[in-house]
């Protein structure tokens, strides 16, 4: 381990540089958009129920859905682009600190970042309903009963935000409990990825490799065939796994959280191992 007060100020100072970068202008760009083309759906759902919304399900839909999982782990790479932050400075600043607790400040920033992120996400899908959501501890009539009551909407996107694979499998605090943790391994895997491509000199191809990635893994996912379980995107959407019809689990949710966390253990390793082969005098000429 390295010294706890060096992780936390190389932590820090990343977490300030990150929020104060002007790309995080694109953030309320993401939030315009989930909030068209989910939120205010839900809206007119709630309104056409006459009946509220439990004040989870708004996050849930946003995070489970295959379509919108394409721009929110887009999104949070743009932000994350240039990750890890270094110039010229960079051999002098790691051979000050070490090595080691440089890496575990990196990973450590990056927690803070994803925990952010989603945090924020949540506000803000949640607040902008803040009039008609219920506070009780099952999912709200307006999703359940949605498409019985008007059943020539039942394929509308509004009403495939929460399915019955999802509100049928798990109380919304189980699916709260499942959905953040596995978005951020899956955001985790990401920025892994970005240090090890940075670590191997190939800042760019990094970036586009954890692009393709994320775009091929929402497509895949959307359109629900067996390839979607070989990209992280559709082990960290907890419904996609079930089949309402057939009641059968194509994957079980367990299998979902092994499969991310021996990725990120996997991932961890290897860019320990690449930062200890680093040349950091190559950091100028990289950057």
């Not at 990150?18 to 993401?30: A, E, G, H, K, S």
């Not at 959905?179 to 670590?199: A, D």
């Not at 990094?206 to 893994?217: E, Q, W």
Request: hydrophobic share 55%; aromatic share 16%.
């Amino acid at each position: 381990m390295g010294n706890k007060k060096t992780v936390w100020l190389i932590a820090k100072a990343e977490y300030i540089k990150w929020i104060t970068d002007p790309r995080v202008i694109l953030f309320p760009m993401l939030l315009i958009f989930l909030y068209q083309i989910a939120v205010e759906p839900l809206s007119e759902m709630a309104e056409q129920m006459q009946k509220p919304i439990h004040w989870l399900e708004p996050f849930i839909a946003v995070t489970n859905s295959p379509l919108l999982m394409l721009f929110i782990p887009l999104i949070f790479l743009v932000l994350l682009g240039d990750f890890p932050r270094t110039d010229g400075n960079a051999m002098f600043f790691i051979y000050r600190v070490g090595r080691k607790s440089w890496i575990q400040g990196e990973l450590l920033f990056v927690l803070m970042a994803i925990s952010t992120f989603l945090i924020c996400i949540a506000v803000g899908v949640t607040v902008p309903l803040v009039g008609q959501l219920q506070w009780k501890a099952n999912w709200s009539e307006t999703v359940r009963l949605y498409t019985r009551t008007f059943p020539d909407k039942a394929e509308s996107f509004a009403a495939d935000l929460i399915p019955e694979q999802l509100y049928n499998q798990m109380s919304p605090y189980m699916a709260l409990f499942n959905t953040c943790f596995l978005q951020v391994l899956y955001l985790l895997i990401l920025s892994l990825l970005l240090l090890w491509f940075w670590c191997a000199g190939h800042r760019k191809v990094g970036f586009f490799v954890t692009v393709c990635i994320v775009a091929f893994g929402a497509a895949v996912a959307f359109l629900k065939g067996a390839l979607m379980w070989f990209f992280p995107m559709a082990h960290a959407n907890i419904w996609l796994r079930h089949i309402s019809v057939l009641r059968r689990v194509m994957f079980p949710l367990w299998g979902s959280y092994v499969v991310l966390i021996f990725c990120v253990c996997v991932l961890i390793a290897l860019d320990w191992r690449k930062i200890q082969q680093y040349n950091f005098f190559d950091v100028t000429e990289m950057e």
